[in-house]
């Protein structure tokens, strides 16, 4: 009979868990430091990073493939101040997804705004190495804070 990873010794199954969440909060470490080399140690060339929102509106929201990861982040420093990035909870679904519930406060540099809301994060790994990294949080708040009253009035 073969193994599946139910069979396997709770040992060797809580060994890959915590294997999975550690990659997880290094990336989120090198996130919040702008370790641009850490990020690249941690992310497969072909992950696929998504942020939902209106890329028009909300600079960073898109697609992006393998290290154009780097621009993501290089946007997110650039268009605003990140107050706190607060992972609250991390937990590992299975060996290969993570999931991360946080709060992001941060002011738009453009408006002066802040936005304050909540993520939830699914990471997904192979090999060790980050191939999916999906973000849902409060888009319209981002979007508020970066739309200028002004324009809204044309």
Not at 24 to 29: A, D, M, N
Not at 50 to 73: E, H, L, N, Q, S
Not at 93 to 100: A, G, Y
Request: one cysteine or more.
């Amino acid at each position: 009979m073969t193994e599946t990873a139910i069979d396997e010794p709770q040992s060797a199954r809580e060994a890959a868990l915590r294997r999975a969440v550690n990659t997880v909060k290094c990336g989120l470490v090198a996130y919040v430091l702008g370790d641009n080399d850490g990020l690249r140690d941690l992310v497969h060339p072909e992950c696929v990073w998504r942020f939902p929102g209106d890329p028009t509106i909300v600079p960073w929201a898109g697609r992006y493939i393998g290290m154009a990861i780097i621009d993501f982040f290089e946007i997110v420093k650039d268009t605003v101040f990140l107050t706190d990035h607060i992972p609250h909870t991390i937990i590992a679904v299975d060996e290969s997804r993570v999931l991360v519930k946080s709060r992001d406060v941060a002011r738009v540099k453009a408006t002066g705004r802040v936005f304050d809301h909540d993520l939830l994060t699914l990471v997904t790994l192979r090999d060790g190495l980050i191939v999916e990294w999906d973000e849902y949080g409060d888009t319209g708040a981002m979007e508020r804070a970066f739309y200028d009253a002004a324009e809204r009035a044309l």
